[in-house]
């Protein structure tokens, strides 16, 4: 449920990404808030370590523009995929509106992004949200590798829904990032407008 601000007429969204250590999560967010122009962004705060993998989360806001007299706005935030920050994905996961899941397509990887998308149902139920009717967008991050896994092998073994948007990324070079965003965010929005709470 997004967050309705009636005093600054505003309407914000929650969007998370999250996935095992090192998937590129960061590096998502880092390309977005290079790509999106000045007026429409707020600066980014990352909170990391001194080898750069995040303490505990990167976050910036992204304007939407405004609909009904009410600015739409969206906040990203990564969670640190490193197994030991459990506490700090749970918290950062509450109230989110939908999750971006950055699989690192890595082959050695495969048994992480399980593991960690377990974990993420495993939280978001916790808040009493329901995975599979929940808007998430899987991101194969990495594709510039030599060997990857193949499309559908994490949606096989999770038992994902047949209609869940799959993106293929590089992060680093940004192919992929934006088209990620653009469906993970047209999710959210259809999503609270399914649920009619306008
Ligand atoms: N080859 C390649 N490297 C990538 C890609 N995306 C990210 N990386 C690299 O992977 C490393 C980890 O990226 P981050 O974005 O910091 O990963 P993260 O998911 O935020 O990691 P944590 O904060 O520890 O959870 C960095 O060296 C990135 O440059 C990609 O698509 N291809
Ligand atoms: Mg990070």
């Not at 197994?83 to 509450?94: D, M, T």
């Not at 990887?109 to 329901?130: I, K």
């Not at 992060?171 to 259809?190: F, H, P, Y």
């Amino acid at each position: 449920m997004p967050h309705l601000d009636l005093n600054n007429r505003q309407l914000v969204f929650k969007i998370v990404y999250f996935g095992p250590g090192m998937s590129g999560k960061t590096t998502n967010l880092l390309f977005i808030h290079k790509k999106i122009f000045d007026k429409y962004k707020g600066d980014m705060v990352i909170l990391d370590t001194e080898e750069e993998r995040t303490l505990f989360f990167d976050f910036f806001p992204v304007s939407l523009g405004t609909v009904q007299g009410f600015s739409l706005k969206i906040h990203l935030y990564t969670i640190p995929g490193q197994v030991f920050y459990e506490a700090s994905r749970r918290i950062i996961l509450e109230g989110a509106d939908g999750v971006v899941f950055v699989a690192d397509s890595c082959i050695e990887r495969f048994d992480d992004n399980v593991d960690m998308y377990r974990r993420m149902t495993t939280n978001l139920g916790s808040y009493g949200v329901d995975p599979t009717s929940f808007p998430i967008v899987l991101q194969y991050n990495k594709r510039d590798y030599d060997e990857v896994i193949p499309l559908g092998q994490l949606e096989a073994i999770l038992e994902l829904p047949d209609d869940l948007p799959v993106t293929e990324s590089i992060a680093t070079s940004g192919k992929g990032v934006m088209r990620t965003l653009q469906l993970i965010s047209k999710e959210v929005i259809r999503n609270f407008q399914l649920d009619g709470s306008a």
